[in-house]
């Protein structure tokens, strides 16, 4: 007997047992070239019983990746897609550009609804700004009100033109003017003609009964003449620092021209949990062949695994025109670990991407884990997840407050980037899961038909509630190696 | 191509990887040496037989490896009942002093993998390479990479246990 002690840590005995075997399989003589010649031709002479050997269908082509290329692409058109909707697709920022008087091209970008609110007490009433006081070199400025019609309208000097877009349509309208808005300031009296929300309208301004009239809409101006600030009360400026502000959510009656800004908004949380996950019945169709058998593969496999995770997710907020959750989430459970990244729309129209890693132990898991059994194969699942999350979330919030030519306010350009800390101690229940058709290919990759969704209560204070289907139409594609499963997919 | 020229170019193969049809047949069926070359002769007549269906876009060790492996599982399932451990054959055929324990350790942790694993061992030992796994196999390349290393695991977990019984 051998009184060698191998080392069993490693592969390295494996490998020197297979080295041994080989030695000794070495050893066994076997025919030689003369001899197997003889074989041959006694096996062709002989008449043979029974069905001929049958010869496996060994796949002499090597497997092409073009599941890998077509993902990728899949990817790209994704990002492309997702890409054109959030930056190409909506309307863009009003931008005007001007003059100044001394020459000076320049551009302002005016920010978007929920950083422009002017509010009027009077929602006849209309306030217009800085461009009337004849001092200024911005011949564009920005008339508002907060009527019934929803409207947003741009009166610009140089262009002689009122824009006014309503949020309620999403229809931007553009009329001439027929005369000159400017020249109304600096002159007693005079007229402005146009077309606005579709019927004609008349401007007509004087210094002491400075209004605008648009057809029968009489409209009350108030020049401001103090630099873009007159017209914004301390405790409103103050106010609304800590504000998250929606068009409705302004009922002050006192009439003041409300100039801000834009804000960001960053939430970070952390939290620990249980969650009890179920699957529901899944049912497989397709062949998979191992040893020459067709296996098909049903499972009623309802499961339950503790969790343990935590994650970092963050809304990017920028008015209406962008808006994201990117989620990174990173969970222990009995029967592995999983990390994933999703970036959410907070819109159901949008993308979602997720790149999910796991662990895998296949047998050890019932369910999605058990597809390697079936392929091809149509699958049909459906989950629910409940947890809750704990947590405390910490938000960050920077504001910068624009007068209505776009420029930073003086006296308030500090706000910006100085981030406001409400620590806002959370505790949000969420129900995830997924109702959907799967169809996988042979590589992992797949199609899915089906509703992702997530809804979860709101927060201590009741905010932030997410009744989120985030994605009906989904392409993925699975790749399981070293003992982990990367997922990555693109839902529409 | 004649008979003769193909039956030389046949046995050229043959002779080039006869040592692998002879560990294939071993590993599949541990069998004893006399049974081994009976099973070797059986592979070569099968791999001759459908050696014009051998349209030579694989490398010759996967289509040996391929058919040797398909005879393998078609004599095992003849065989089922007459099938006799090494061990058995060992005590008849072979005197006690040549006992291996290595090889015994071997043909064990062989025996005690399921038969999609044992041909991902066998092929990983005998040195090919991942996507020629996937090629005979059927399966996908990433797939053959994480069973793989579950197998290696397993087989630690195996030879380690015989170890710590053989020598308590």
């Given at each position: 007997m051998s009184k060698k002690v191998y080392n069993t840590k490693g592969n390295r005995y494996i490998k020197e047992l297979y080295k041994h075997f080989s030695d000794e399989m070495d050893k066994v003589v076997l025919p030689s070239a003369d001899e197997l010649v003889k074989m041959l031709d006694q096996y062709d002479g002989k008449e043979r019983k029974g069905a001929p050997v049958i010869v496996p269908v060994v796949p002499l082509k090597p497997r092409r990746k073009v599941w890998h290329y077509a993902a990728a692409v899949l990817l790209l058109v994704g990002l492309g897609t997702a890409g054109w909707f959030y930056f190409g697709g909506q309307e863009g920022p009003l931008t005007a550009s001007t003059t100044s008087d001394n020459g000076d091209s320049h551009s302002n970008v005016l920010p978007q609804r929920e950083q422009q609110e002017t509010l009027v007490?009077?929602?006849?009433a209309v306030t217009l700004p800085d461009?009337?006081?004849?001092?200024?070199?911005?011949n564009t400025f920005l008339a508002q009100n907060d009527d019934a019609s929803n409207n947003e309208r741009l009166y610009s000097r140089d262009h002689q033109h009122i824009e006014s877009f309503d949020y309620d349509t999403q229809i931007k309208t553009d009329a001439s003017i027929n005369g000159n808005l400017a020249d109304a300031a600096m002159t007693d009296t005079d007229t402005a003609m146009g077309m606005q929300d579709g019927k004609e309208a008349t401007a007509t301004v004087t210094p002491s009964n400075p209004v605008v009239s648009a057809g029968s809409d009489h409209r009350a101006v108030q020049p401001e003449t103090d630099d873009n600030q007159a017209l914004v009360p301390e405790d409103v400026e103050n106010k609304t620092l800590n504000e998250t502000r929606h068009?409705?959510?302004?009922?002050?009656?006192r009439q003041y021209f409300y100039q801000s800004s834009s804000y960001n908004d960053w939430m970070i949380t952390f939290g620990a949990g249980v969650t009890a996950m179920a699957v529901v019945p899944e049912f497989w169709s397709g062949a998979h062949t191992i040893n020459e058998k067709k296996l098909a593969h049903s499972s009623i496999a309802p499961s339950f695994k503790p969790v343990v995770s935590a994650s970092i997710t963050g809304c990017m907020d920028y008015g209406e025109r962008f808006s994201i959750w990117p989620f990174l989430y990173a969970e222990i459970n009995s029967q592995g670990w999983r990390a994933k990244f999703d970036s959410i729309p907070d819109n159901p129209a949008g993308c979602t991407y997720t790149i999910e890693l796991k662990s895998v132990r296949i047998g050890a898991e019932t369910g999605v884990d058990m597809e390697w059994l079936v392929r091809p194969r149509l699958g049909l699942t459906g989950g629910l997840g409940v947890g809750n999350y704990l947590g405390l979330m910490q938000r960050t919030r920077g504001e910068r407050h624009l007068n209505a030519t776009g420029q930073l306010m003086p006296g308030a350009e500090n706000d910006w980037m100085k981030y406001n800390w409400d620590g806002i101690p959370s505790a949000v229940f969420c129900a995830t899961g997924r109702l959907g058709l799967r169809y996988y290919f042979k590589n992992d990759s797949f199609l899915q038909l089906g509703l992702n969704y997530r809804v979860c209560s709101g927060d201590l204070t009741g905010n932030d509630k997410m009744y989120l289907p985030y994605s009906v139409f989904c392409l993925g594609y699975k790749e399981r190696t070293l003992g982990m499963m990367l997922v990555y997919g693109i839902s529409f | 191509m004649t008979h003769k020229e193909k039956q030389d170019e046949f046995v050229a193969m043959i002779k080039q990887h006869e040592r692998l049809i002879l560990r294939i047949c071993s590993l599949y069926t541990n069998s004893c040496r006399a049974e081994l070359c009976d099973l070797y002769q059986d592979a070569v007549c099968a791999m001759w037989e459908s050696y014009d269906s051998?349209?030579?876009?694989?490398?010759p060790s996967t289509w040996v490896y391929s058919v040797t492996r398909y005879t393998m599982l078609n004599h095992m399932r003849k065989h089922r009942l007459e099938t006799m451990s090494l061990q058995e054959c060992d005590k008849e055929d072979v005197a006690d002093d040549s006992y291996d324990p290595m090889l015994e350790d071997l043909h064990d942790a062989v025996a005690l993998l399921q038969p999609e694993e044992r041909d991902l061992f066998i092929m990983w030992m005998e040195g090919f390479k991942n996507d020629e796994i996937a090629q005979v196999t059927g399966l996908g390349y990433g797939a053959v990479a994480t069973r793989l290393t579950r197998i290696k695991l397993k087989l630690r977990k195996i030879l380690k246990e015989s170890k710590e019984v053989r020598y308590e």
């Amino acid at each position: 007997m051998s009184k060698k002690v191998y080392n069993t840590k490693g592969n390295r005995y494996i490998k020197e047992l297979y080295k041994h075997f080989s030695d000794e399989m070495d050893k066994v003589v076997l025919p030689s070239a003369d001899e197997l010649v003889k074989m041959l031709d006694q096996y062709d002479g002989k008449e043979r019983k029974g069905a001929p050997v049958i010869v496996p269908v060994v796949p002499l082509k090597p497997r092409r990746k073009v599941w890998h290329y077509a993902a990728a692409v899949l990817l790209l058109v994704g990002l492309g897609t997702a890409g054109w909707f959030y930056f190409g697709g909506q309307e863009g920022p009003l931008t005007a550009s001007t003059t100044s008087d001394n020459g000076d091209s320049h551009s302002n970008v005016l920010p978007q609804r929920e950083q422009q609110e002017t509010l009027v007490a009077d929602s006849n009433a209309v306030t217009l700004p800085d461009a009337l006081d004849g001092t200024s070199n911005d011949n564009t400025f920005l008339a508002q009100n907060d009527d019934a019609s929803n409207n947003e309208r741009l009166y610009s000097r140089d262009h002689q033109h009122i824009e006014s877009f309503d949020y309620d349509t999403q229809i931007k309208t553009d009329a001439s003017i027929n005369g000159n808005l400017a020249d109304a300031a600096m002159t007693d009296t005079d007229t402005a003609m146009g077309m606005q929300d579709g019927k004609e309208a008349t401007a007509t301004v004087t210094p002491s009964n400075p209004v605008v009239s648009a057809g029968s809409d009489h409209r009350a101006v108030q020049p401001e003449t103090d630099d873009n600030q007159a017209l914004v009360p301390e405790d409103v400026e103050n106010k609304t620092l800590n504000e998250t502000r929606h068009y409705s959510d302004f009922t002050d009656p006192r009439q003041y021209f409300y100039q801000s800004s834009s804000y960001n908004d960053w939430m970070i949380t952390f939290g620990a949990g249980v969650t009890a996950m179920a699957v529901v019945p899944e049912f497989w169709s397709g062949a998979h062949t191992i040893n020459e058998k067709k296996l098909a593969h049903s499972s009623i496999a309802p499961s339950f695994k503790p969790v343990v995770s935590a994650s970092i997710t963050g809304c990017m907020d920028y008015g209406e025109r962008f808006s994201i959750w990117p989620f990174l989430y990173a969970e222990i459970n009995s029967q592995g670990w999983r990390a994933k990244f999703d970036s959410i729309p907070d819109n159901p129209a949008g993308c979602t991407y997720t790149i999910e890693l796991k662990s895998v132990r296949i047998g050890a898991e019932t369910g999605v884990d058990m597809e390697w059994l079936v392929r091809p194969r149509l699958g049909l699942t459906g989950g629910l997840g409940v947890g809750n999350y704990l947590g405390l979330m910490q938000r960050t919030r920077g504001e910068r407050h624009l007068n209505a030519t776009g420029q930073l306010m003086p006296g308030a350009e500090n706000d910006w980037m100085k981030y406001n800390w409400d620590g806002i101690p959370s505790a949000v229940f969420c129900a995830t899961g997924r109702l959907g058709l799967r169809y996988y290919f042979k590589n992992d990759s797949f199609l899915q038909l089906g509703l992702n969704y997530r809804v979860c209560s709101g927060d201590l204070t009741g905010n932030d509630k997410m009744y989120l289907p985030y994605s009906v139409f989904c392409l993925g594609y699975k790749e399981r190696t070293l003992g982990m499963m990367l997922v990555y997919g693109i839902s529409f | 191509m004649t008979h003769k020229e193909k039956q030389d170019e046949f046995v050229a193969m043959i002779k080039q990887h006869e040592r692998l049809i002879l560990r294939i047949c071993s590993l599949y069926t541990n069998s004893c040496r006399a049974e081994l070359c009976d099973l070797y002769q059986d592979a070569v007549c099968a791999m001759w037989e459908s050696y014009d269906s051998f349209r030579r876009e694989s490398k010759p060790s996967t289509w040996v490896y391929s058919v040797t492996r398909y005879t393998m599982l078609n004599h095992m399932r003849k065989h089922r009942l007459e099938t006799m451990s090494l061990q058995e054959c060992d005590k008849e055929d072979v005197a006690d002093d040549s006992y291996d324990p290595m090889l015994e350790d071997l043909h064990d942790a062989v025996a005690l993998l399921q038969p999609e694993e044992r041909d991902l061992f066998i092929m990983w030992m005998e040195g090919f390479k991942n996507d020629e796994i996937a090629q005979v196999t059927g399966l996908g390349y990433g797939a053959v990479a994480t069973r793989l290393t579950r197998i290696k695991l397993k087989l630690r977990k195996i030879l380690k246990e015989s170890k710590e019984v053989r020598y308590e």
